[in-house]
């Protein structure tokens, strides 16, 4: 065998040289005795004051960003509420402007009675020369007044206007004839003519159409009227049903058998000796004599019954004294066992003490004589494993 010189390998040392190292370290930390009692790990500390300060900062970046969406909500709350009473004023605007529109006080039911005007509105004693509140005691019509002389005047002036306004509706009208004769005899192309067509066929249309509507309205209530007719009809006709319906029926339960009470309708369908309970009308004598005789034996046998159980009871309570005196004597037995076995146990127990104080002695005299001295336990504490 020839001899080669082996090259350690580089990972295998580099590992031992770190454990090493790691070694010195927990010791420089372990053997340190402020070190190890008060368990100042300045390490630690710091990076727990790190973590503070990153917790704190983080803590105060959510609170400012809480504070940026509370400002924001409340000013969305402020705009909601600005709203809502830019709401309830318009809305408050809108009802009074209806209330003074719509609910005048002059349209009020009781107005005539809270009418600051109400005299000023009052109709006079005396109105015309025909009115019926004035008689003969009335003090209010004499010869040569003419009351109704404004009015008269005012009718003729109407009666006036209205005839020049006819007058000039005629008059309009005939020019526009004029000049539609003379707009049909001059019209020189096929437009005009055709426009005139139209006009012509679109007042026939119309024409048409209203009788139409005419027609149709007259056939609507020739139906509805055709229709109520059958309506009452129908209601004579289910009224006089009802009525014999209602005959039939008061007849129906005169004659029954409920109200003739028919014993045999209260036989069941089921069997011969059921009864339908609603339709049973009363047992008959010889059933309730067989229920009598029922009840009877019923006694007879509650009577033999019982007898027999106040027998079983008698017996069961002398089976029970008997069970009794048998436990008692078996009690008496598992006493005298039981202390029987404790005196055997104290004798056991004392031989064991007697035998153990003299090995304790044995061992403090003879066997543990080398007491240990200060070099023996500084031989510990040198390592950290």
């Not at 408050?92 to 107005?111: D, G, M, N, Y």
């Not at 006709?237 to 058998?257: C, F, K, P, V």
Request: negative net charge; aromatic residues 6%; proline residues 3%.
């Amino acid at each position: 065998m020839y001899k080669v010189d082996i090259q350690p390998d580089t990972k295998e040392a580099t590992a031992i040289e770190a454990r090493r190292n790691q070694e010195k370290q927990r010791q420089s930390r372990i053997f340190n005795t402020r070190y190890r009692t008060m368990g100042v790990d300045v390490e630690g500390l710091k990076s727990q004051v790190e973590e503070r300060k990153l917790r704190e900062n983080a803590e105060k970046q959510r609170d400012e960003a809480f504070d940026a969406h509370r400002i924001q909500y409340d000013k969305i709350a402020q705009m909601l509420e600005d709203e809502e009473q830019q709401r309830k004023r318009q809305l408050h605007k809108a009802l009074v402007e209806f209330h003074q529109q719509e609910q005048e006080p002059a349209t009020r039911r009781e107005w005539d009675l809270q009418d600051p005007a109400a005299l000023r509105k009052g109709q006079p004693a005396r109105v015309s020369d025909d009115d019926p509140r004035c008689g003969p005691a009335s003090m209010q019509c004499f010869a040569g007044e003419d009351m109704n002389g404004a009015a008269r005047q005012k009718l003729l002036k109407e009666k006036n206007r209205r005839d020049l306004e006819e007058q000039r509706a005629e008059r309009e009208k005939a020019l526009a004839d004029r000049k539609y004769a003379v707009l049909m005899f001059f019209a020189d192309t096929l437009e005009d003519k055709k426009r005139i067509e139209l006009d012509l066929r679109a007042l026939e249309l119309a024409r048409l159409e209203e009788e139409c509507r005419r027609a149709k309205a007259m056939a609507v209530a020739d139906f509805n009227r055709a229709q109520a007719a059958e309506c009452v009809e129908q209601q004579r006709l289910a009224q006089q049903r009802e009525q014999d319906n209602n005959y039939t029926e008061i007849y129906n339960h005169l004659t029954g058998d409920i109200l003739t009470e028919n014993p045999d309708m209260a036989r069941s369908l089921v069997g011969p000796h059921r009864m339908v309970p609603y339709l049973w009308k009363g047992m008959s004598p010889e059933q309730v004599e067989a229920v009598r005789r029922t009840q009877k034996e019923q006694c007879k046998e509650n009577q033999r019954l019982r007898e027999e159980e106040r027998q079983r009871e008698a017996e069961w309570d002398r089976q029970r004294h008997l069970a009794a005196r048998a436990g008692m004597v078996m009690e008496e037995e598992v006493q005298n066992f039981h202390l029987q076995l404790r005196k055997s146990q104290d004798a056991y127990n004392q031989e064991l003490a007697e035998a153990q104080k003299a090995h304790l002695q044995h061992l403090e005299k003879e066997v543990y004589t080398n007491t240990p001295t200060a070099q023996y336990h500084l031989q510990f504490n040198t390592s950290t494993r």
